[in-house]
Structure formats: C-alpha cells, structure tokens
Nanobody
Framework: QVQLVESGGGLVQAGGSLSLSCAAS?????????MGWYRQAPGKQRELVAT???????NYADSVKGRFTISRDNAKDTVYLQMSSLKPEDTAVYYC?????????WGQGTQVTVSS
C-alpha cells in the first residue's frame, strides 16, 4: 500500500502564494515514480496541474504555466507545488497522485481557496 498525505492548503487573496506538500509512505520506491498534482473545483472534473518524473522533468497545465512550480525531494519522499500569482479560478481541492504497478494512488486532498 501507498499513502499520500497533502498539506499546505488554505485561504489566500488573489495574487498571493501558497506552497503545498505531499509526503509519500508505504510500499513505494518514491524516487522511481512520476508524481503529480491534480485539482478539482466544485462542479468540475478533476484536472492535471503538474507532473514531475523521476528524472526531474516537469509538465504543467497551460493554465498554471509560469505561476506554479512542481519539485521533489527524494530524500524526504515528498513532492511540492509552489503556487504564485494565484487567481480565484485556482480555487479547488488539490490532490497528490502517483501510479505504481498499474494502480493509481491519491491523497485525501487539501483545499485551496483564492479570494478576489
């Protein structure tokens, strides 16, 4: 089993910044896994925000490019999402994600609310 625990969400004004963390534990070889951040706004489908491969290659949704940065610390089995220039449309529950041996794992999510 793999456990993913997100933290760092909260309420922030538009233009502000937040940093999210996702700590992995359990039967995971963290450094070998691609890690991702997704988000789900009320009434909308869950969408990809960013991913980072084991080699550090990153990929971002167009809506967050230039504003969000994904990174990882393999020594701490943790992936981060630094968010800046936040907009009200960034309001969502943010989830950490990974896939291992054909199984997809999700964290419980952390709420990010951006006020205008």
């Amino acid at each position: 089993q793999v456990q993913l625990v997100e933290s760092g969400g909260g309420l922030v004004q538009a233009g502000g910044s937040l940093s999210l963390s996702c700590a992995a534990s359990g039967s995971i070889f963290f450094s070998a896994n691609t890690m991702g951040w997704y988000r789900q706004a009320p009434g909308k489908q869950r969408e990809l925000v960013a991913t980072i491969t084991r080699g550090g290659r990153t990929n971002y949704a167009d809506s967050v490019k230039g504003r969000f940065t994904i990174s990882r610390d393999n020594a701490k089995d943790t992936v981060y999402l630094q968010m800046s220039s936040l907009k009200p449309e960034d309001t969502a529950v943010y989830y950490c994600n990974t896939n291992m041996y054909g199984t997809t794992y999700w964290g419980q999510g952390t709420q990010v609310t951006v006020s205008s």
